[in-house]
């Protein structure tokens, strides 16, 4: 699947209180989240993004509270991936759960800036910098969490294995 | 093997795992929160299972906006409730409610040797009693709560050995925040942290809790101490069930081994915006503050409510100083009042308040304006953490915050001692 949109470029340890601030967690509807997303570091994040767009961060995206509301928010606004050098797990494990893809990349946030051009080809990994030009390859899924991805979220996965067990 | 490895290879009937390995692990307790809960139940609705594995392993706490602050959390909040009843869970209302991982400790619920996920990244609190015990989404703790088990990737152990004796003023509080300070907040990223050494040893229960509690703010996925003398302890009278004591081998192996000289460790502050963010308080130079909060699943203990009073006692609040004290359960509250630290907060102009998380993020019960700064005994000190984005928070352990709370500035409670 081909993913194509602009990048929100933001730097290291992005918390889940910056993604969703806890003042909005007395809601929990996907799209109530989403108004909220990123405001308490980037106000403009919610008036520009568009569907398929991408958020480009350095290293521990996600870092912080559990809340599902963050990665639910994120895609919930119509971000497509996020690329990043690296996640936190409990963030990683959400996205993963709820179908948000992300790729973790070393190299290209270094050299991808807001506004940027991005594509990116979840099967292969590729992550291609319309604007320059360049790219990159991304760390390939384990094959477990693949699994995950492919039945469309863990509740899927799940349930294909309860149904097997049966 | 390490700790954590023979917990989890336990809990996949296996004689062994090793890091990097995807297993299918059984788990002995799952956990939601008022926040968290909703999410998990509309997935677990989701599942199409009738029932949860086992209705005295599933828990859900409302302790986040409860009592509940405004309409939207007394929604949630009555939509756990009604979740909770129905399928006959284990469940505290408000009045015997305390914070989750005050509550489920001193509850007997979670035991050495335990795989404990929860729906709430502080859930690694339970390390400290030897659990294998980690934070998830609402999603994963769903499938938890109707499978009774949940995929896990075994993470590497770091050994972390804290050698000599704290100083008076120094508890788990300044060690895990020295700690996250040396290796940053990615600095044990999806790694379990196994804790050793004399500082730890001598460490009373209710700081490891704290040491344990702020794994995750160094990006572990759990952070775990042996049981020793002390713990078996405090599991005296309160075990809901029998349990296994697991220890390391000899030759397990280890991602790192990080040694400190714990007689060189001061009170830790640590800055905004980061808890990684630290500085010893006698470099914290002169900051003023308007409100100390004391409390939460990190330090809301009745050692932490000790400590702070032995400082407050017959001393006064700094004018103009908000100082907000929160037990972490019903029980602490009633010791404390027994005690009688409840009074010397109250005469030092202090306000006590019902068991919550509430100020911690930023919910209620202290939510900061726009450039008020907060000295807080809680764990995180992120950008709006507790109100406003341009608001400042500064973590200490509860000595620091009292003495902080009489001075109007971040201080040294050996300014006040000497």
Known sequence: MKLKGKAFKYGSNVDTDAIIPARYLNLHQPE????????????????????????????????????????????????????????????????????????????????????DLIEADLASGNITNLTTGQTFKAKPYPDFMMQIVKAGGLVEYTKQRLSGEK | MTLSEKILAAHTGREKVSPG????????????NDITAPIAIKEFNR??????????????VPDHFCPNKDIQSAEQAKMMREFALKHKIVYFEIGQMGIEHVILPEKGLVLPGDVVVGADSHTCTYGALGAFATGMGSTDIAVAMATGEIWMKVPPSIKFIFHGKTGKWVGGKDLILYTIGQIGVDGA????????????DSLPMDGRFTMANMAIEAGAKAGIFHVDAKTRRYLKGRASRNYIEYTADTNAEYARVIEYDA??????????????????????GNIKIDQVVIGSCTNGRLD???LAASLLKDRK???????????????????????????????????VSTPTCGPCLGGYMGVLAAGERCLSTTNRNFVGRMGHPSSEVYLANPAVAAATAIMGRIADPQELAA
Do not use: W
């Open chain 2, 304 to 306: 932490d409510l000790r």
């Open chain 1, 32 to 115: 109530e989240l989403a108004a909220h997303c990123m405001e308490d570091i980037d106000l403009d994040f919610i008036k520009k993004v568009e569907k398929g767009d991408f958020i480009v961060a350095d290293f521990n995206f996600g870092c912080g509270s559990s809340r599902e509301h963050a990665p639910l928010a994120i895609k919930s606004a119509g971000i497509s991936c996020v690329v990043a050098k690296s996640f936190a797990r409990i963030f990683f494990r959400n996205a993963i759960n709820i179908g948000l893809p992300l790729l973790e990349c070393e190299q290209a946030p270094d050299n991808i800036k807001s506004g």
């Open chain 2, 189 to 200: 990223l999806y790694s379990a942290m196994e804790f050793h050494g004399d500082a730890v």
């Open chain 2, 263 to 284: 007689t060189a460790i001061e009170p830790q502050i640590a800055f905004p915006h980061l808890p990684s963010n630290t500085r010893p308080v006698s470099r914290a």
């Open chain 2, 47 to 60: 599942l199409g299972v009738a029932s949860v594995f086992d209705p005295t392993r599933v828990v859900m």
């Open chain 2, 21 to 32: 390995e995807f297993i299918n692990v059984k788990v002995d307790l799952v956990l939601s």
């Open chain 2, 317 to 351: 609040v700094y004018a103009g100083v908000r100082c907000i004290i929160i037990p972490g359960s019903q029980q602490i509250y009633m010791d404390a009042l027994k005690e009688g630290l409840i009074e010397i907060f109250i005469k030092a102009g202090a306000v």
